[in-house]
């Protein structure tokens, strides 16, 4: 188990661990219509409780969940990362993003980078994401990632579909790394203006 969180930095943007100056937008999110693929929307108590679990799954497995900040503005943008609370059935890498800041790659970025230190750093063989079938946008997005759906993975409750993300033999100097490096290069660019793109 890490003694603090590692930070890790992107074209774009920084991840840390979750503080409690970002709680205010964590609960706003939490509390909207956009946690609705995530058990919400929540209540004030729900949503303290769950982001007190996000800091604390540091301290219990050793990895977490990262606030997604802009490397420029500090301000933030969401969170992506590790999570395997109990009665998961394997190590997931998940993610959510602020309504506003939906849309701008921020997602896709961050969730490469968690990716990429869990497997190149703290050496995982795999991992899934659990999605509500009806989350077209973050289905989009793991799909981006190269995950495929796995339908003999055992699930969380029976109702959320199982997207199994490459090995790291099968990503390391793949079409689909460049591929993805690619895309993060477009967003990153100022004149890049997706029309019809995959939202995250």
Do not use: C
Request: hydrophobic content about 40%.
């Amino acid at each position: 188990m890490p003694s603090s969180i590692p930070v890790i930095e992107t074209n774009r943007l920084v991840l840390r661990g979750p503080e409690a100056v970002d709680y205010p937008d964590f609960k706003a999110t939490f509390s909207s219509y956009r946690a609705r693929f995530m058990g919400g929307p929540l209540n004030p108590y729900e949503a303290w409780m769950l982001y007190a679990a996000e800091i604390g799954h540091w301290q219990v497995r050793g990895f977490g969940m990262w606030m997604i900040h802009d490397k420029i503005t500090e301000e933030t943008y969401g969170m992506a990362g590790g999570w395997m609370p109990a009665g998961w059935p394997e190590r997931e890498i998940a993610w959510i993003i602020w309504p506003d800041a939906a849309g701008k790659g921020y997602a896709l970025e961050a969730t490469h980078a968690a990716r990429n230190y869990y497997y190149n750093t703290l050496g995982w063989d795999g991992a899934v994401s659990y999605i509500d079938p009806k989350n077209l946008d973050s289905i989009r997005l793991a799909e981006r990632l190269g995950a495929q759906k796995d339908h003999d993975a055992d699930t969380i409750d029976g109702s959320d579909a199982v997207y199994r993300h490459p090995a790291p033999n099968a990503l390391k100097d793949s079409q689909l790394i460049h591929g993805i490096e690619m895309e993060i290069s477009h967003y990153a660019d100022p004149l890049f203006k997706p029309e019809g793109w995959a939202l995250d």
